[in-house]
T-cell receptor
Framework: DGGITQSPKYLFRKEGQNVTLSCEQNLNHDAMYWYRQDPGQGLRLIYY???????QKGDIAEGYSVSREKKESFPLTVTSAQKNPTAFYLCASSISAAGSYNEQFFGPGTRLTVL | RKEVEQDPGPFNVPEGATVAFNCTYSNSASQSFFWYRQDCRKEPKLLMSVYSSGNEDGRFTAQLNRASQYISLLIRDSKLSDSATYLC?????????????FGKGTHLIIQP
C-alpha cells in the first residue's frame, strides 16, 4: 500500500524537551511538507522540502527544525524554543512542489501535547 | 499577504438537499485550486481539484471564477456522510514552491 505514515499518533512531552515527529512516504514524491493545525484554525506551513537535502522555511518555522536526508523521510523536531507546541501536526507530500503536480496528500497526523 | 477566506458555518442542511459554499482568495496570481475534506480529528483528504473550466465528480461540482477571485463547491443530493469540514486551498504564484494556503474551512452538518 502506498501512502504517508506518521508516528506516533499521540505524543506527550514535558515542557522544555525537544521532540521529533516522524513522517515517511513511499509514493516516490519529491516534495514534502509539515503543517500545524490549531483548533478552529487553518493549516499553517512550518517547513517544506522540494528535493532531498534541501528544505525551506514556511510561515511559522521558528522553534522547529527539519532534515531531508532521504527522499522517503522528512522528520520534524519541535524544540524547546517553540512557545506553543501543543497542536495537531500534519505531514504531506506531492509529486513536485511546482506546476500542476502540487496536489498534496496527507499523513494521519500526530497530536502533540506538551504538559 | 496571501489569504483564503471561507464562511466557517456551520451549515445545517437536511439530507437530500443541495448545498453550495464559496471561498475567496486574495492573490490574483494563484495558479491551482483545490477542495479538501477534513473529518473531525482526521487529516485533510483531497476532494477535488478545481479547473478553470469547472469540473464535476459525481454529486460534487467545483467552479473557479478568476475575475472575482472565488471558487465554489456544490454538493447535490447530500448524504449524512457528507458531514465534514471543507477546506478551500489555493496554491502558489510564480513557481509553486511555497506550498498551499488553506482556508479555515466550512463546517457542514447534514441532518436526517
Amino acid at each position: 500500500d502506498g501512502g504517508i505514515t506518521q508516528s506516533p499518533k499521540y505524543l506527550f512531552r514535558k515542557e522544555g524537551q525537544n521532540v521529533t515527529l516522524s513522517c515517511e512516504q513511499n509514493l516516490n514524491h519529491d516534495a514534502m511538507y509539515w503543517y500545524r493545525q490549531d483548533p478552529g484554525q487553518g493549516l499553517r506551513l512550518i517547513y517544506y522540502s522540494q528535493i532531498v537535502n534541501d528544505f525551506q522555511k514556511g510561515d511559522i518555522a521558528e522553534g522547529y527544525s527539519v532534515s531531508r536526508e532521504k527522499k522517503e523521510s522528512f522528520p520534524l523536531t519541535v524544540t524547546s524554543a517553540q512557545k506553543n507546541p501543543t497542536a495537531f501536526y500534519l505531514c504531506a507530500s506531492s509529486i513536485s512542489a511546482a506546476g500542476s503536480y502540487n496536489e498534496q496528500f496527507f499523513g494521519p497526523g500526530t497530536r502533540l501535547t506538551v504538559l | 499577504r496571501k489569504e483564503v477566506e471561507q464562511d466557517p458555518g456551520p451549515f445545517n442542511v437536511p439530507e437530500g438537499a443541495t448545498v453550495a459554499f464559496n471561498c475567496t482568495y486574495s492573490n490574483s496570481a494563484s495558479q491551482s485550486f483545490f477542495w479538501y475534506r477534513q473529518d473531525c480529528r482526521k487529516e485533510p483528504k483531497l476532494l477535488m481539484s478545481v479547473y478553470s473550466s469547472g469540473n464535476e465528480d459525481g454529486r460534487f461540482t467545483a467552479q473557479l471564477n478568476r475575475a472575482s477571485q472565488y471558487i465554489s463547491l456544490l454538493i447535490r443530493d447530500s448524504k449524512l456522510s457528507d458531514s465534514a469540514t471543507y477546506l478551500c486551498v489555493v496554491c502558489c504564484s510564480g513557481g509553486g514552491a511555497d506550498g498551499l494556503t488553506f482556508g479555515k474551512g466550512t463546517h457542514l452538518i447534514i441532518q436526517p
